[in-house]
């Protein structure tokens, strides 16, 4: 007895020198670095988890073997992509990390997967569907850095409204949703065909594409929140519409 097999990205590919080896450990070299929080979010969703390692011509193959996909956070995107030139406090950037998550996303709407996009996950949803982002909100939206919070992930510190109609209100409850906040960038231009689905003062906090079952993205870290029903609703929901697919 096993769940829908639900891929997770590893957006941050950490340099050698971010690498700290104990005497008996591997050769520094680059590591793929994901949050336990992710796989053990979609396990408890239902789903059985699996990471996947960036390799760019393996894309179709591997979203040919999974019944959803979830986009997790991670560096800036290369404002390359969606045509800005890069701000002053852009943040490092992975353009191969980019290309690949690109791919498995393309092939995953494709496929009609669902897909749970998580804070640089759903930046990289809207860029997909066309839209643009904010480089660094605090000092392009003056807004302070109460959208970098300084507590623990599993805490929340901000909150924000959700629509009324949409699916995210449907999974969640609806209404004022407390949630954490790790992020400097957001959407600016929504991209074509997507819904804004919550907002906190005017600033994007989630987005989904209405015409699909299952394609929503979060600017928070619902994967440190699992612990909250209303939370855990997204895997849940993510492995539910996946299990249709299975
Ligand atoms: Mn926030």
């Known amino acids: 007895m096993h769940g829908p097999l ?5 957006s941050e590919l950490r340099t050698p020198d971010r690498v700290d080896p104990t005497p008996s450990s591997e050769p520094p070299q680059r590591e793929l670095a994901l949050g336990l929080d992710y796989p053990v979010a ?19 193959d591997v ?20 045509a800005h030139p890069p701000h002053a ?13 690109l791919a498995l996303l393309t092939a995953a709407l ?43 992930g599993s805490e929340v510190t901000h909150d924000v409204e959700v629509d009324d109609g ?30 804004i689905t919550a907002r906190d003062q005017g600033l994007v906090e ?12 979060v600017q928070w870290h619902a994967e440190s929140l699992y612990r909250r029903p209303a939370q855990l609703a997204l895997f849940q929901g993510l492995v539910a519409t996946a299990a249709t697919s299975a």
């Open 6 to 10: 639900i891929g997770i990205t590893t």
């Open 42 to 60: 979609v396990a408890a969703g239902g789903g059985l988890p699996v990471v996947l390692p960036p390799h760019l011509d393996q894309a179709e």
């Open 63 to 82: 979203v040919s073997r999974l019944d959803g996909l979830v986009l997790a956070g991670g560096p800036d995107i290369n404002p390359a992509l969606y």
């Open 89 to 101: 406090n852009l943040g490092p950037n992975e353009p191969a990390t980019d290309a690949w998550e």
């Open 110 to 152: 494709e496929r009609g997967l669902p897909v749970l996009a998580i804070c640089r996950g759903m930046q990289l949803l809207n860029v997909a569907y066309g839209g643009t982002l904010w480089q660094d909100i605090n000092t392009e939206l003056e807004l302070g850095d109460v959208h970098r919070q300084k507590e623990r």
């Open 166 to 195: 949409t699916q995210l209100a449907a999974l969640t409850g609806g209404g004022t949703l407390a949630v954490n906040s790790f992020h400097h960038q957001a959407v600016q231009d929504l991209g074509s065909g997507l819904r």
């Open 206 to 217: 989630a987005i989904e594409d209405p015409a699909r079952p299952f394609v929503i993205g």
